[in-house]
């Protein structure tokens, strides 16, 4: 972010990189996901005319904390919130962390979750929420993510995401207080809504970030997988996210050249990745099999590792990638996963096999037509086998689905 940008965009930027950590302090109070959210958007609108006359302050998140919190202050000391909302003057204080709660070792409670964001992540997983509606709440409500952001990275209508997360906020309205205190035993119990969400957000910053991420997304997302591994520490499926996330993340310095052209991973050059990233993902994934469970994160972050050593080397191994990707498929079937075993296969069999797999994915999932990747590998393939006219059929496909302008110029530069 510049210090030239105008306040009203400084302002966005802030509230979406804080978003899930000043959501979660207000709401953790009681539980309104709704009202946190009216207050920070109170605060945002005053940040604009308060930043264009006087300047950004030194703490922009901070600023934008205090002004909601205060905003909140005045709802729950309504006499109209008092008659619905049972918060008294000491539960008010202790979210803002001075009541002097934690100061005295007798209360510390050894099972309490040490951070806000991922207590409200845990709290937006609780089992009176319907399943469907618990990944669009937190990646909405702790993670910033708007409603077209959702929808577009899980193919629903945005009118569809836009209803289930006015029902799943109401439901959690209704659950109060006791809403916002979830445990260690909780998260553990959890863990997949939570991971799921953890690693949305990041995949969600990933495609949409062309030429450089938004740091505290990253950042955040790098920071809970951490976070949820150091907890689990059992837990496999933790540490394969933790694995899957720090490597992803290590490569992103090299998704472009100098002067800003889209670098397929292929060509990639390994001393743009970052070193200590990519270092803390193989120690997550040594973990994974430590704990002696390899689930979904652990096998893709398995094949990551494994296209990162073949680039290295300049020689991959292209059968251990098929049977993991053979693996990921049994236990978490997905399109994308789908159209990767088949680049995979092509590698392994040939073209014509890795064509074939591509067509049979027509007969079980009605996305394949919108899905970018297939029509990518479609004319990589077609090309490989000679058939020129189908090559650049699917290409200019592959070219209509994409919206990354360095991308756009990659793919046409390859006729």
Known sequence: MTESAEPADRAMILSQDGWGRIIALIAAADGDISGAEDA???????????????????NPEGWLYRVALNARRDVWKSAAARTATALDEETIDSIDGSSGSGTDPADHDPDA????????????????????ARSLLMLSAVMGMTAKQIAAAMALPAATVSARLTRAKKRVAGLGVAFGSPDRLDLESRLPDVH?????????EWAQAAAQPREGMIGEALYLSRLVAQLCPGDGESHGLAALIHLSAARFPARRSGDGR???LSDQDPNRWDGPLTEAGERHLVEVHRCGHVGR???????QLLHMA??????????MLLRLHDDLGQIAPSLGGSVSRAAVLAEVEGPEAGLAALDALDDVSSRLEAFQPAWVLRAHLLTRLGRTDEAATARRRALDLTTDPAERAYLAGLT
Do not use: M
């Open 196 to 204: 799921e969400t953890i690693y949305g957000a990041f995949a969600i």
């Open 297 to 303: 994160f652990g096998l893709e972050a398995a094949i």
């Open 40 to 58: 920070l958007s109170a605060a945002l609108e005053r940040a604009v005319t308060a930043w264009r006359a006087q300047g950004p302050p030194a």
């Open 262 to 264: 889209f670098v397929p």
């Open 113 to 132: 979750l040490p951070d806000r964001r991922l207590e409200l992540l845990a709290a937006c997983a609780h089992p009176d929420i319907d399943p469907p």
């Open 310 to 319: 073949g680039i290295r080397t300049g020689s991959t191994d292209w059968p």
